[in-house]
Every structure is written in C-alpha cells, then in structure tokens.
C-alpha cells in the first residue's frame, strides 16, 4: 500500500507570495491533517479534515487554509507569505471513526523557504 | 502551544544500552502516541497508548502511561545506530486527530 505523498517537496516562495501544497493520504484514510514544524515553535497541528470537511482547527491565523476533495487528497494554501512561514508542513492521514483512536501516517513534508 | 515537555531534550547512549524517554502532559487525554523523526523527515508512529492503559510494549519498545502523574515514558531496549532520531511524544485529547506534541527527545545511538 502506498505512503502519504506530499508534493512538492521543497519550496521557496517570496513575502507576500501565496502557496499551495499538496497531500495524497494513504488509500482508504479519509482523515487527513496537518501539522507546521519549526526549530521555535515545534510540531503545531494546523488544522483536519474528514470527510470533505474540516473537523478541528489548530491556532494560526486565516492566512492559513485548506480543503479536502472527494477522493480524500487535500490541500492546504498559505497567503501572504512571511518569513515565519518558513517551516516543514507535514500532512498525515488516518482512519477516523468518531470517538476512536488511531495512529496517524505522516508525509515526508514540504520544506517551504520564505524570502 | 506545546502541551508536551519531553525529559531529556538530548540523550547519547552506546548500541547495546537501553534508552528511556519521559513525557509530561497538562490535560487529560483519550490517548498518547509515540514517534520517530530521521533528520527533519516525516514522523514514523511508534506506539499508541489509550487512557485506560498503563503499559504497551512493541517489539523493544515498551511504553508506560500514569494518568495520574500525567506522564509517559518510552523504553528502547538494546539500542541500535539505526534509532539514532529524535523522539516525540503526542497527545490526543478527543480522538479526533489533533495530536499536541512535545518538543521531542534527540536520541543518538553511538556504535
């Protein structure tokens, strides 16, 4: 079965520039999430989506978007760059049934350089 | 914000000794997952432990989990050069997929 699939990989954008990156979850997953990492501030869940619909939001301002298709592949878009975008943006996919638990699949992430 | 604080930040060991992991949370969980990062890679899932367990072992892991002290730990057993990676653990307050992680354990295993 195939992995997550994040693309692209690495990125480098302009201030003010908007980005999209992309996540293909692992077949059958409907829950895809992500997540920023920085050397300050960590691993940070940004926000889920299940189901076409986003679940759960993490604290970061309306710059940061995102949506999910039917087929489950998700998106996430980033306006207005700044510097502090500059991070690993990493999507993961899990099975979800309301109130259980369950281990969530990473992407090898997008490495996005603001400039 | 990081609900996790991982104890200790760094951790060198020699191959051959066992490894132990602490992490602390602040509210209550539904479960707490473990996982391995390689070099700013993507996360590799460890082991997922529920509330109402106390110990999970996996191959030469094995987790603890007191709800009480709200605490955890992981336990590499017989290292190896190869789990040389940094370790974090992560929170799952309402099994909904909104993992809070810890800032995470740099373990290197020395040959």
């Known amino acids: 079965k195939a992995g997550v699939t994040q693309t692209p990989r690495y990125l480098i954008k302009t201030r003010g520039q908007q980005v999209t990156l992309s996540c293909s979850p692992i077949?059958?997953?409907?829950?895809v999430s992500w997540y920023q990492q920085t050397p300050g501030q960590g691993l940070q869940f940004l926000f889920e989506?299940?189901?076409?619909?986003?679940?759960n939001k993490g604290n970061f301002p309306g710059r940061f978007s995102g949506r999910q298709f039917s087929n489950s592949r998700s998106e996430m878009n980033v306006s207005t760059l700044e510097l502090g975008d500059s991070a690993l943006y990493l999507c993961?996919?899990?099975?979800?049934?309301?109130?259980?638990?369950?281990?969530?699949?990473f992407g090898p992430g997008t490495r996005l350089t603001v400039t | 914000s990081q609900q996790g604080e991982e104890d200790p930040q760094a951790l060198s060991i020699q191959e051959g000794e066992n490894a132990t992991m602490n992490c602390s949370y602040k509210?209550?969980?539904?479960?707490l997952q473990w996982y391995r990062q390689n070099s700013g890679r993507g996360l590799v899932h460890l082991i997922l432990?529920?509330?109402?367990?106390r110990e999970k072992h996996s191959g030469r892991l094995r987790v603890t989990l007191d709800t009480s002290k709200k605490s955890s730990s992981l336990l590499i057993t017989a290292s190896r050069a190869a789990d040389t990676a940094s370790y974090f653990c992560?929170?799952?307050?309402?099994?909904?997929?909104?993992?809070?992680f810890g800032g995470g354990t740099r373990l290197m295993v020395k040959p």
């Open positions: 993961a996919s899990s099975l979800r049934t309301a109130g259980a638990s369950y281990e969530q699949y």
């Open positions: 989506y299940f189901s076409e619909t986003q679940r």
């Open positions: 992560a929170t799952d307050f309402n099994a909904g997929n909104m993992l809070t």
């Open positions: 077949s059958g997953h409907r829950s």
């Open positions: 509210t209550s969980i539904n479960n």
């Open positions: 432990i529920r509330s109402n367990e």
